[in-house]
């Protein structure tokens, strides 16, 4: 199987900055895209940024410019660096990784258990 373990969440006011990361262990033979989505209250899970195994990102508009995806390969770790965080960036914060397990398995969406991130005004 295969854990990814999200940190770095928090209370913090408007125009403040934190830190997400995120490691994946266990069973894993490569990943392929890696990605952070959130979900604030009553609201479907979205897509915040991705990142491919050789870098390529892309970011939801609503984060585009105040908002960097990272990821170091060998660690198998990916970051979420967030800048002039707003009210309505609260929500929970959850990794996601594309893993194949096995030379010969498929590769599959793993996820993690989500941190909070809290934005007051």
């Known amino acids: 199987q295969v854990q990814l373990v999200e940190s770095g969440g928090g209370l913090v006011q408007a125009g403040a900055s934190l830190r997400l990361s995120c490691a994946a262990s266990?069973?894993?033979?490569?990943?392929?895209?890696m990605s952070w989505y959130r979900q604030a209250p009553g609201k479907q899970r979205e897509l915040v940024a991705t990142?491919?195994?050789?870098?390529?990102?892309n970011y939801a508009d609503s984060v585009k410019g105040r908002f960097t995806i990272s990821r170091d390969n060998a660690k198998n770790t990916v970051t979420l660096q967030m800048n002039s965080l707003k009210p309505g960036d609260t929500a929970v914060y959850y990794c996601?990784?594309?893993?194949?397990?096995?030379?010969?398995?498929?590769?599959?969406?793993?996820w993690g258990q989500g941190t909070q991130v809290t934005v007051s005004s």
């Open positions: 996601n990784a594309d893993v194949r397990t096995r030379s010969y398995n498929p590769f599959r969406d793993f």
């Open positions: 990142i491919t195994s050789d870098g390529n990102t």
């Open positions: 266990g069973s894993i033979f490569r990943i392929n895209a």
